[in-house]
């Protein structure tokens, strides 16, 4: 199985900084790599399929990079609204694997 | 606009069973990959089972294979899970979602197992 191992698991970001969160995976994933955001009692968000590539009404303060093993999430100018649990997720093969998880939170 | 609108949670006892449905709107059903995707209560996400779009392929997580199984009834734009054997370690939100690389999810429905 390939592993997803996120980093940090948890962040502490004032309003306005720029943040970015790691994906490591345990082998070559080309660029099939999606990014989640996911609030307290609801469903998850899609924010980014194929490593770089955002999803439809995602705003361009998201943005991906990376292929092969390593992967980078980064959210700019943060608002109150983008505090919240980011997940990756490889679909390279099966079984599809998320990361841990990073919980961003207010400083 | 997508709409996809899980059902069937509840509680069930351990080695019970459930169906979960998960009814699709707003695109072609019918050429889209389906996912069922699981929270268990203060956890991470774990993937459960992919379909194809025309049901040729579909993929379990080794914690479910041999007990839940995928499905999909095109014509009716529906999406199904059914789940044997069930155990306490799967209690969880159950989400749909759509599409390889997710697009879209539903809101989810709960499912306890418990005695």
């Known amino acids: 199985d390939i592993q997803m191992t996120q980093s940090p698991s948890s962040l502490s970001a004032s309003v306005g900084d720029r943040v970015t969160i790691t994906c490591r995976a345990s082998q070559d994933i080309s660029n099939y790599l999606a990014w989640f955001q996911q609030k307290p009692g609801k469903a998850p968000k899609s924010l980014i399929y194929?490593?770089?590539s955002l999803q439809s009404g995602v705003p361009s303060k998201f943005s991906g990079s990376g292929s092969g093993t390593d992967f980078t999430l980064t959210i700019s100018s943060l608002q109150p609204e983008d505090f919240a649990t980011y997940y990756c997720q490889q679909y390279k093969g099966y079984p599809i694997t998320f990361g841990q998880g990073t919980r961003l939170e207010i400083k | 606009q997508v709409h996809l609108v899980e059902s069937g949670g509840g509680v069930v006892q351990p080695g019970g069973s459930l169906r979960l449905s998960c009814a699709a709107s707003g695109f072609t059903f019918s050429r889209s990959d389906m996912h069922w995707v699981r929270q268990a209560p203060d956890k991470g996400l774990e993937w459960v089972a992919f379909?194809?779009?025309?049901?040729?392929?579909?993929y379990y997580a080794d914690s479910v294979r041999g007990r839940f199984t995928i499905s999909r009834d095109n014509p009716k734009n529906t999406l199904h899970l059914q789940m044997n054997s069930l155990r306490g370690d799967d209690t969880a939100v159950y989400y749909c979602?759509?599409?390889?690389?997710?697009?879209?999810w539903g809101q989810g429905t709960l499912v306890t197992v418990s005695s």
């Open positions: 979602a759509k599409a390889l690389g997710i697009d879209s």
């Open positions: 194929a490593a770089s």
């Open positions: 379909i194809r779009y025309d049901g040729s392929n579909k």
